[in-house]
């Protein structure tokens, strides 16, 4: 499900820094309650801290304040080529499903959303192996010095194969992820009672926090099991702090359930669903405010504080093409391509 529609009004670079920039922010401000979930679905201090703020807070008092925000640097560098490949994998997609006519079904457009997620994730697999690795160990003992130690210590010590352990999850978890976009999607108009070409900002950041909190939930055994296999290693202190031994994810899925009960595949939800508002708060609103001052700086509006028209021009222009005629106005010059035959 798009969080927003795309506006010809900025250009490519522009939307990319736009979004990167919202994501970094979003990131940042509830990196607290990510550490949390990480530190609940590895097992970390499990018994001796419950609940994400009895977590967070054990990790402030033993590592300092600066711990909370162990690993987050590394989730935002990796939201530019993140993004550009998702953007990339889903114009692929979307190509391959569009029918002879240009439409697209929604089924179809979720579908290339999910594929491209997860085509985007595959891609970047090893930073977010690296975070894990950085959020589970302890500041006050490292293990690994920072991100470009991190990942040569890996390589070194288990092959360049390891920064891939629990990828197969990932392609796994897009399944219900898929399942849950679509029964969000379908059930729209019954929950608002109005069509969606008609839905408020409001409703539509209302609809992407129910769609991101019912994926989440039903993907999230396979992002625990996905934790698991990444902290876990031999070169670590307690095997990277994960609180049970397995030889795969298969085994580690029977090694939750013995150990814990089924509700054990859901340890950490509870902070992770706790994100979601605020994260996709902060993520709109910073969008908006970068999206008005690119519209400024482009021309289309008179102040980036406001979304008010600049008066006389013309808003369906791209803006190189707005460019061109503010240049011809003030040199009577315009720039045009060759005749062709």
């Known amino acids: 499900m798009a969080t927003w529609r795309r506006d010809g009004r900025l250009t490519g670079s522009q939307r990319l820094l736009c979004a990167g920039l919202a994501g970094a922010l979003s990131l940042s401000l509830t990196a607290p309650l990510e550490l949390a979930t990480v530190l609940a679905q590895v097992g970390v201090g499990r018994g001796h801290a419950r609940g994400p703020g009895a977590a967070a807070f054990g990790v402030w008092r033993t590592e300092g304040p600066r711990a909370l925000w162990k690993g987050n640097a590394l989730a935002c560098l990796r939201l ?3 993004s550009a490949v998702q953007l990339a994998a889903y114009r692929k997609f979307v190509a391959l499903f569009t029918d002879d006519l240009g439409h697209i079904s929604q089924w179809h457009s979720i579908v290339a959303g999910s594929l491209a997620g997860m085509v985007s ?63 969000v999607y379908m059930n729209l108009e019954k929950i608002w009672n109005g069509p969606r070409d008609r839905f408020s900002l ?78 996709f708060g902060v993520m709109f609103s910073t969008f908006e405010f970068c999206k008005r001052i690119c519209l400024y700086q482009n021309g289309y509006i008179v102040s980036p504080l406001s979304y008010k028209l600049t008066p006389g021009v013309d808003q369906s222009l791209k803006p190189q093409e707005l460019r061109e005629l503010k240049k011809f ?10 005749p062709t035959l």
């Open 121 to 183: 994730t595959i891609v970047t697999y090893p930073t977010d192996l690296i975070k894990t690795r950085l959020i589970v160990q302890n500041m006050l003992e490292p293990s690994y010095r920072g991100i470009l130690h991190a990942f040569s210590t890996i390589c070194q010590q288990e092959g360049f194969l390891a920064l891939y352990r629990g990828v197969s999850l990932t392609v796994l978890g897009a399944l219900p992820f898929s399942a849950g976009s679509l029964l």
């Open 329 to 338: 106005f003030r040199t009577g010059k315009l720039k045009s391509k060759k």
């Open 202 to 279: 409001l409703q539509n950041f209302a609809n992407v926090c129910l769609a991101a909190a019912v994926t989440q939930t039903l993907s999230f055994p396979f992002d625990t099991v996905k934790r698991k296999m990444q902290a876990q290693s031999p070169y670590l202190p307690h095997r990277g702090g994960v609180d049970i031994h397995f030889s795969g994810a298969v085994d580690c899925f029977r090694q939750i359930v013995k150990a814990q009960g089924v509700l054990g595949l859901w340890s950490g939800l509870t902070a992770n669903l706790l994100k979601i508002v605020p994260y």
């Open 80 to 82: 530019f080529p993140c």
